[in-house]
C-alpha cells in the first residue's frame, strides 16, 4: 500500500528556512522519479520541484536557486530545503509518485510565509 506523509511545514517570517519530508512506504524512492507540488488558496496545483530515480533534478523557475529537492534513501524520504522564503511561496505543500499506473499523493503539509 502506496503512502506517503509530508511533515516540517509552518509559520515562517520572508527570508526563513524550511525543510519539508515526505516519508514514503509501500515503494522504494531511490527507484522512483518523485515531486514536490504547492497549491496555494484559488490556485492550480504546481509542480514545484522533482527528483528522477537517476538524481536529476528540475525546479519551478519560481524557487530555483532557494529550494533543494534530495532524496535519503536509508530514510525512504524525499526532501525540500526551502530557503529565502517569500510570501508568495505560501501554500499547502504535498509530495507525489507516479506508481503502478496511477499517482499518489501525501494529505500535504501548510507552509504561510509572512511579510
Known amino acids: 500500500q502506496v503512502r506517503l506523509v509530508e511533515s516540517g511545514g509552518g509559520l515562517v517570517q520572508a527570508g526563513g528556512s524550511l525543510r519539508l519530508s515526505c516519508a514514503a512506504s509501500?515503494?522504494?524512492?531511490?527507484?522512483?522519479?518523485m515531486a514536490w507540488y504547492r497549491q496555494a488558496p484559488g490556485k492550480q496545483r504546481e509542480v514545484v520541484a522533482s527528483?528522477?530515480?537517476?538524481?536529476?533534478?528540475n525546479y519551478a523557475d519560481s524557487v530555483k536557486g532557494r529550494f533543494t529537492i534530495s532524496k535519503d534513501n536509508a530514510q525512504n524520504t524525499v526532501y525540500l530545503q526551502m530557503n529565502s522564503l517569500k510570501p508568495e511561496d505560501t501554500a499547502v505543500y504535498s509530495c507525489g509518485v507516479f506508481y503502478t499506473g496511477r499517482n499518489y499523493w501525501g494529505q500535504g503539509t501548510q507552509v504561510t510565509v509572512s511579510s
Open positions: 527528483i528522477s530515480s537517476g538524481g536529476y533534478t
Open positions: 509501500g515503494f522504494i524512492v531511490t527507484n522512483k522519479a
